[in-house]
């Protein structure tokens, strides 16, 4: 009951955050310079035409009177708006756009999760060991590395080593090739779609056009992850409660799982940032490999000043976050019983 009555209250602190966000943003964008009447309807259009234009989108009113006829339509027909450039509503373009960055940043994740948190369990040990030894100089090279290499950077020389010269994976075309129709709709991933549409050829085609962007996000944004479970693993097989162990004849792989339940409590803080990162990150490899994500979205409306994808995206996202954020503090609650939820005990 107190978890619940916890997630409650946090909900309700979400509400007003995001009102707030949304406002400025949607009260920043108006000012953005330009007319979106004029660039909607071209440079030619008379005068008459463009006051028809602000008159239905409600340009004519004061911003905050604009704000409020917005959110109303949010709240009644969950409509966020009308873009001028693609002449589409924006939350059928949400629908659509939100399932492809989800799925490459889940996969980015999966990615870090399957490699790089073994990694740095293994190699956070002392040993003599040459194996381990040779694992741990190369990955120390690794979070040098990736912790100074832009992502769009990185997918650059991707697609110019892996396309351009040797033309083994595929290029920046999108999620499928050419010649390729995406399955029916179920839920917007690639993946998830061919499965229940039973196609697997289209399954691995997407599989491989997602590869690249997929290492890309992980490669750089997994690298605070692997960074903080190694220094936290390391300082756990140094600490006197593993001393200890050791001295009672505790089994190593005993010792090494306290080790990792210690070193997971920070670990799961900084990958809930990195998440966050994730959403940034994928604005600008979604648009150096050509996918039509949110990202890709996101920028072209900036590029556009097409202000109500901009509101909306920055909507989601500040959603997303306080979102993330809730999920980590229960995980973290869930794993350390040190931590108490609601009253005093917080």
Same mark, same amino acid.
Do not use: C
């Given at each position: 009951?107190?978890?619940?009555?916890?997630?409650?209250?946090?909900?309700?602190?979400?509400?007003?955050?995001?009102?707030?966000?949304?406002?400025?943003?949607?009260?920043?964008?108006?000012?953005?310079?330009?007319?979106?009447?004029?660039?909607?309807?071209?440079?030619?259009?008379?005068?008459?035409?463009?006051?028809?234009?602000?008159?239905?989108?409600?340009?004519?009113?004061?911003?905050?009177?604009?704000?409020?006829?917005?959110?109303?339509?949010?709240?009644?027909?969950?409509?966020?708006?009308?873009?001028?450039?693609?002449?589409?509503?924006?939350?059928?373009?949400?629908?659509?756009?939100?399932?492809?960055?989800?799925?490459?940043?889940?996969?980015?994740?999966?990615?870090?999760?399957?490699?790089?948190?073994?990694?740095?369990?293994?190699?956070?040990?002392?040993?003599?060991?040459?194996?381990?030894?040779?694992?741990?100089?190369?990955?120390?090279?690794?979070?040098?590395?990736?912790?100074?290499?832009?992502?769009?950077?990185?997918?650059?020389?991707?697609?110019?080593?892996?396309?351009?010269?040797?033309?083994?994976?595929?290029?920046?075309?999108?999620?499928?090739?050419?010649?390729?129709?995406?399955?029916?709709?179920?839920?917007?991933?690639?993946?998830?779609?061919?499965?229940?549409?039973?196609?697997?050829?289209?399954?691995?085609?997407? =599989?491989?056009?997602? @590869?690249?962007?997929?290492?890309?996000? #992980? +490669? %750089?944004?997994? *690298?605070? /992850? &692997?960074? !903080? $479970?190694?220094?936290?693993?390391?300082?756990?097989?140094?600490?006197?409660?593993?001393?200890?162990?050791?001295?009672?004849?505790?089994?190593?792989?005993?010792?090494?799982?306290?080790?990792?339940?210690?070193?997971?409590?920070?670990?799961?803080?900084?990958?809930?940032?990195?998440?966050?990162?994730?959403?940034?990150?994928?604005?600008?490899?979604?648009?150096?490999?050509?996918?039509?994500?949110?990202?890709?979205?996101?920028?072209? =409306?900036?590029?556009? @000043?097409?202000?109500?994808?901009?509101? #909306? +995206? %920055?909507?989601? *996202?500040? /959603? &997303?976050? !306080? $979102?993330?954020?809730?999920?980590?503090?229960?995980?973290?609650?869930?794993?350390?019983?040190?931590?108490?939820?609601?009253?005093?005990?917080?």
């Amino acid at each position: 009951m107190r978890i619940i009555l916890y997630i409650g209250r946090r909900i309700l602190f979400l509400i007003p955050q995001v009102l707030l966000i949304s406002f400025i943003t949607f009260a920043l964008v108006r000012l953005l310079p330009g007319n979106p009447a004029r660039m909607s309807l071209g440079p030619l259009a008379p005068e008459s035409a463009i006051e028809a234009y602000n008159v239905k989108m409600h340009y004519n009113l004061p911003i905050p009177e604009q704000y409020w006829i917005w959110l109303k339509g949010i709240f009644t027909d969950f409509d966020l708006g009308e873009s001028w450039v693609n002449g589409s509503m924006v939350i059928d373009d949400m629908i659509q756009r939100i399932p492809v960055t989800l799925e490459v940043m889940i996969l980015a994740l999966i990615l870090v999760a399957i490699v790089l948190v073994p990694l740095a369990i293994i190699t956070a040990a002392k040993t003599k060991n040459k194996i381990v030894v040779f694992f741990q100089n190369i990955t120390f090279g690794y979070g040098m590395l990736a912790g100074a290499l832009p992502d769009f950077l990185l997918g650059l020389l991707m697609i110019f080593i892996f396309f351009t010269n040797l033309g083994i994976m595929p290029g920046p075309e999108g999620r499928l090739g050419i010649l390729e129709f995406e399955p029916p709709f179920v839920t917007g991933s690639i993946l998830l779609d061919s499965i229940f549409d039973g196609d697997w050829e289209l399954f691995w085609s997407g =599989a491989w056009h997602l @590869a690249m962007p997929v290492f890309t996000l #992980a +490669f %750089v944004y997994g *690298a605070p /992850i &692997f960074k !903080m $479970l190694r220094s936290q693993m390391e300082g756990a097989l140094q600490a006197e409660y593993t001393t200890y162990g050791e001295a009672i004849g505790l089994r190593s792989r005993t010792i090494f799982i306290r080790a990792a339940r210690v070193a997971s409590g920070p670990t799961l803080v900084i990958t809930g940032v990195v998440v966050m990162f994730l959403l940034g990150g994928a604005v600008l490899v979604e648009t150096v490999f050509n996918l039509s994500g949110l990202g890709q979205y996101a920028v072209q =409306a900036i590029v556009t @000043a097409d202000y109500a994808p901009i509101v #909306a +995206f %920055v909507s989601f *996202a500040a /959603i &997303f976050t !306080m $979102l993330v954020y809730l999920a980590v503090d229960l995980a973290h609650f869930a794993m350390d019983p040190r931590i108490k939820i609601g009253g005093s005990d917080t």
